[in-house]
C-alpha cells in the first residue's frame, strides 16, 4: 500500500487552525482521543516554517520523537539534523518522491499555506478534522482561499462528553485507500449498561411474541 499524505488537524467550528498569535490555548482535551495511537499511524511529518517556529518556542529542537520532520522554508536556510530536515525544495516533488519510499502515513501537521500548496499539487489524499466546539471569530484559517476540492466522508465520531467531532474525508479522486478513525477510544460497557441491553433485548421479544399472538387471533 502506498503511503498517504494526511492532513490530520484540529480546528475550531468557525474554521480556525488557530488563533492570530498562533496559540491553540483553545483546543479541547477528551480522554477517548488516544495520542499514542494516533501518532503511531505515522512515521513523517510536514510543516510549514511558522509552525516549526511556534514548536522551538515551546522549547526543544522541533524534532518529533519516532517521526522524520521535514520543514518547507523559503527564509530559512537548509539545514539537516537527526529526525529533522528544513529545505526550500519544491514540497509536491519532495512528497512525491516520499510516497515511493517504503513506510508509515505522511502527517501534514498544521499550516493552511503549506497544506494550500499541496492541495494544489494533488499531493494530499485525505482531509482529517477535529472540530472543536469553539468560535474563535479570528485567526489562522484552515485553508487560505484559492483552492477548490471535493471531499467524501469516510468516518466520523462524535464525543459527547466534549463535544468534539472528528470527521475523516478522502480527497475526490484520490486512490489511497479511505481513511478511517482508529484512535477513538470506544466507551466501556458496564455490567449495569449490559443487564439494561439484555433486558431491552426480552422485552423486545416479549413485545413481538405479544404482536404475533394477536395477528392471529
Do not use: C
Not at 469516510?154 to 475523516?168: E, F, M, N, Q, Y
Amino acid at each position: 500500500m502506498s503511503r498517504r499524505l494526511r492532513y490530520q488537524v484540529a480546528v475550531s467550528l468557525d474554521g480556525f487552525l488557530a488563533r492570530p498569535d498562533g496559540s491553540y490555548d483553545w483546543i479541547v482535551d477528551d480522554g477517548a482521543i488516544d495520542l499514542e495511537a494516533l501518532f503511531r499511524e505515522f512515521d513523517t511529518v510536514v510543516m510549514g516554517r511558522k509552525t516549526h517556529e511556534l514548536m522551538i518556542s515551546q522549547g526543544g529542537s522541533g524534532a518529533m520523537p519516532g517521526a522524520d520532520v521535514i520543514v518547507f522554508s523559503r527564509t530559512l536556510g537548509p539545514s539537516r539534523t537527526k529526525g529533522l530536515r528544513i529545505t526550500g525544495d519544491d514540497p509536491g516533488k519532495v512528497i512525491t518522491a516520499l510516497k515511493k519510499r517504503p513506510g508509515r502515513d505522511i502527517w501534514l501537521f498544521g499550516g493552511g499555506s503549506l497544506f494550500h500548496a499541496l492541495l494544489a499539487a494533488k499531493q494530499v489524499d485525505t482531509v482529517e478534522l477535529a472540530v472543536m466546539p469553539v468560535l474563535l471569530g479570528d485567526g489562522i484559517p484552515l485553508l487560505p482561499p484559492g483552492v477548490e476540492t471535493k471531499l467524501v466522508l469516510t468516518d466520523h465520531r462524535i464525543l459527547p462528553k466534549s463535544g468534539i467531532a472528528v470527521l475523516a474525508y478522502q480527497v475526490d479522486g484520490a486512490k489511497s485507500p479511505p481513511p478511517m478513525i482508529h484512535f477513538v477510544r470506544q466507551p466501556r460497557v458496564t455490567k449495569l449498561v449490559r443487564g439494561a441491553q439484555a433486558r431491552g433485548n426480552k422485552n423486545a421479544a416479549s413485545i413481538a411474541r405479544a404482536r404475533a399472538r394477536r395477528r392471529k387471533s
